[in-house]
């Protein structure tokens, strides 16, 4: 199932949150730890006003760990925010969140109140994935397809924490082309405007930059392929990808790459660092005084 994006529908999840939102203690922020920027829905931090936030970097089993430190340490600067990574598909680890809800919501414990809390995210994060974790049991439909939860759910953890769903689709930042080839290499967007050779030639030459080793140990490459068209021939050929008449099936050896590159076959991989957006937004702000001063 593909996810369009509409103005329409962005609105329209808008007005639904607005709704909701007093009768919310704190958000819970479910954000792809491979790709915290751009799997963090650009409208939450307004949405939720002063409300505090805990950013739960969800799928940390395949980021990479060093890098996962370094975001943990940028999100926990924010002013009312916390972050925690997490690998909800693991049992047992997604309790972590109960004592750091009551701790970032102390009157109302101190009060005897319950702590209400939404989650919130951008499709395919694991939304669902941890509310039925903490829930115990499967309350909350989970797929590897995107927007695969419709229905708003609400329950009660019992030990003074309720949850609630989203009201509606959260979209992902969208303001770069590169934000979507990220994105599309999680698998978070299935976007026709990008065809699967394309991601895989994204995501070759991100990791023949940034994990060229794990590339070469899980290819067993003798050299380094120079670019990823190069690359994708390469796993092609070790892979016995061949049409009728001994062609080789590139959209077959992109597959494999991207397919394992989300199992998490080559190891702990994150595509995006903090490093990375301080720099661009450093850009961002000289173009615009540039821009400015012209005037
Ligand atoms: N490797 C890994 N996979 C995960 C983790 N959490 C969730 N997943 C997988 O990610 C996919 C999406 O999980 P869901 O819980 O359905 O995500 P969601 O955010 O509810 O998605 P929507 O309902 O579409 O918005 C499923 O295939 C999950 O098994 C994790 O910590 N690690
Ligand atoms: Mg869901």
Redesign the pocket.
Known sequence: MAVTWYPGHMHKAQKLIKEVMPQVDLVIE?MDARIPFSSENPVVKELRGPRPCLKVL?????ADPAVTAEWLQYFSQQKDVRAIA?????KGETRKILGLCREMVPLRVQRGEPVRTMVM????????????ALAGRAI???????????QQQRISLGNGIVLS?TPG?LWPRMEDQNSGHRLAVTGAIKNAAITFEDIAVYAGEFLLQHYPQALMTRYKLNELPAEATELIEGIGRKRGCLRPGGVLDLHKAAEILLKELR??KLGGISLETPAIFAALAKEREESESTLSSED
Do not use: F
């Open positions: 479910v969800n799928k940390s089993d395949l997490l690998t909800t598909t693991r995210g951008i499709p395919n994060v694991g939304k669902s994935t941890l509310i039925n909350a439909k989970v797929g590897d397809e995107p927007a695969v939860t419709k769903d689709i199992a998490g």
